[in-house]
Nanobody
Framework: QVQLVESGGGLVQSGGSLRLSCVASQTITGNHVMGWYRQAPGKQREMVATIYNGRSTVYADSVKGRFTITKDNARNTMYLQMNSLKPEDTAVYYC????????????WGQGIQVTVSS
């Protein structure tokens, strides 16, 4: 069982920056996808950015050019650098790990609040 712990959220003004971190409780080997998802009040959870095997990245259109996802394998940590934040980025952000084998196994963090004031 892998535990994921997010940190780095908080309150920031519009146009500001935050960096989220997600630490995994153990080294992840093999094929895997890590990602950041978010859920705003009254809305469905949506993908923000994913990184496959620490290299290939995918971004939601709404964050392209503003957010950057990276992974530090030595520290078992994934990051989300968020720049030029907008009020519509306000949400609970979740870290997800998907282990890719014959079956897909998902692990989620507990979520962390990001609030962008206008």
């Amino acid at each position: 069982q892998v535990q994921l712990v997010e940190s780095g959220g908080g309150l920031v003004q519009s146009g500001g920056s935050l960096r989220l971190s997600c630490v995994a409780s153990q080294t992840i080997t093999g094929n895997h996808v890590m990602g950041w998802y978010r859920q705003a009040p009254g809305k469905q959870r949506e993908m923000v950015a994913t990184i496959y095997n620490g290299r290939s990245t995918v971004y939601a259109d709404s964050v392209k050019g503003r957010f950057t996802i990276t992974k530090d394998n030595a520290r078992n940590t994934m990051y989300l650098q968020m720049n030029s934040l907008k009020p519509e980025d306000t949400a609970v952000y979740y870290c997800k790990l998907q282990i890719v084998t014959l079956a897909l196994t998902d692990y989620w963090g507990q979520g962390i609040q990001v609030t962008v004031s206008s």
